[in-house]
């Protein structure tokens, strides 16, 4: 098939002149595909898989189209509005959108939850052309009357299936039925099950179907590898080896608990990892994807989570140490590497019982792939790992400072700031409430490098409540001995709480802890 150019393809010079400044001249087929469609002002269906370049396929046209017109930002209105399922992929959405919207003096935000939402709704009133959101964070500020879709001209749903998965499409349905009916619509799915057909039936008028063939897929710059170590032992030193090279690697997990507990064992083995799942603040989780990007981490160790919307160039190496529970999961895990015409190299590693089970997930994912009985010395694992990384010192420790009540020193202030800044608000609403367990010690503002974070605070004046994180009396320590303190105070609600002290030696401590 001929390569065509951006610019044979009708996209404004301007935007040309842009993806030139980034090395990018010759369309994707699915970009070649859609975009005289899509400039048009024709409502597109992109079936594609994940990879295939769909994010600049509908960015291209949506900044073409606002900036076609003159209208100025109206506070609250948005222009465009593009639907995410994942804090993840809004950001890496917005990254493409940006430089794109700036050659036309565009104004681009994001909107998801996880965070405060001072900063959005301070992006809202000073004017925003197009809106990168998640569904939940958006309705909100729609309801409290932040934010209205009034005035969209183009919409745009990406990932549309995954929305389906994580049970977002009721919530998409409210929002684009939002949107003015009359305009443009592209809605990018790797399938139309699960109720994607609905919304493709109910939002897009005389759509045009464009689906990017297998044979110019990303599936078809992979190769995929099983690798069966004898047990479970084998498996640990196979899934070191295989995480040692140069290059950029990604290892899924099926719990949160051992992607954490992995990547913790890589970086004090000399292999710098980061982790990423449901347990990490947004503020953490944009951290780790900065040290994976940059390369100071060259390994991401992940749950699900990462299997959709994380775009890192370069990424060689996909490894499922767990395998997954479906063939789904397998091929949007896989489809972190071989991205953008890249090749890249898939290991599945299968332990004897899992035999059954991870042979009928690949036959699902039509992925042909012989069992290889293998050692961390295979010639097959040396070839896949390639030049093997320098160790690189695992970085001390950094203490806790000891004592209790309120937080002390340069972590505190740390602290302090972040929860200023809305990176690691309790609530929605940004509240500066602390749920849980207000000092379990581990500063929100850890290194991103996994093993590093800040350690302490269990046995060193442990409280829990709410109103501003500490009971009365909470988080002294009781005599000389660790104590742990249950703070007395208030609930959430108001209530007085009962306090208790466990191995208290000091009568005094007993009775302020008890109020």
Known sequence: MTSQTFADLGVPAPLVDVLASQGKNDAFPIQADTLPDTLAGRDVLGRGKTGSGKTLAFSLPLVARLAGKNDRRRGRKPRALVLAPTRELANQIDEVIKPLAAAYGLVTTTVYGGVNQKRQVDAFN?????????????????????????DVEITVLDEADHMADLGFLPGVTRLLSRTPAGGQRLLFSATLDNGVDKLVKRFLRNEVLHSVDEAHSHVAAMTHHVFAPADADAKKELVQTLASGTARRILFMRTK??????????????????????????????????????????????????????????????????????????????????????????????????????????RKAKISATPTPVTPTSPEVVALVGEVAPYVKPEPVVAQPQGGGRSQGANAQRKRAERAQGGDAASAGGGRRRRGRGGSGQSADAPAVAGHAPQGGRGQGQRSGAGRGQGAGGGQRAGAGASRTQGAGRSASGTPTTGMVVGARNPRTNRRAQG
């Open 126 to 150: 000073g004017g925003v052309d197009i809106l990168v959101a998640c569904p939940g964070r958006l309705e909100d500020l729609i309801g409290q009357g932040h934010a209205s879709l009034d």
């Open 257 to 362: 608990h051992q992607a954490k507990k992995l990547a913790k064992a890589l970086t004090a083995a000399g292999i710098p990892s980061v982790d990423l799942h449901g347990n990490l603040s947004q503020p953490q989780r944009d951290r780790n994807l900065a040290a994976f990007g940059d390369g100071r981490a060259k390994v991401l160790v992940a749950t699900d989570v990462a299997a959709r919307g994380v775009h890192v160039d370069g990424v060689e190496l996909v490894v499922h140490v767990d395998p997954p529970v479906e063939h789904k999961a397998y091929l949007h895990r896989s489809g972190r590497t071989a991205r953008a015409g890249t090749a890249g190299d898939v290991v599945t590693i299968m332990l004897p019982e899992q035999r059954r089970d991870t042979l009928d997930i690949l």
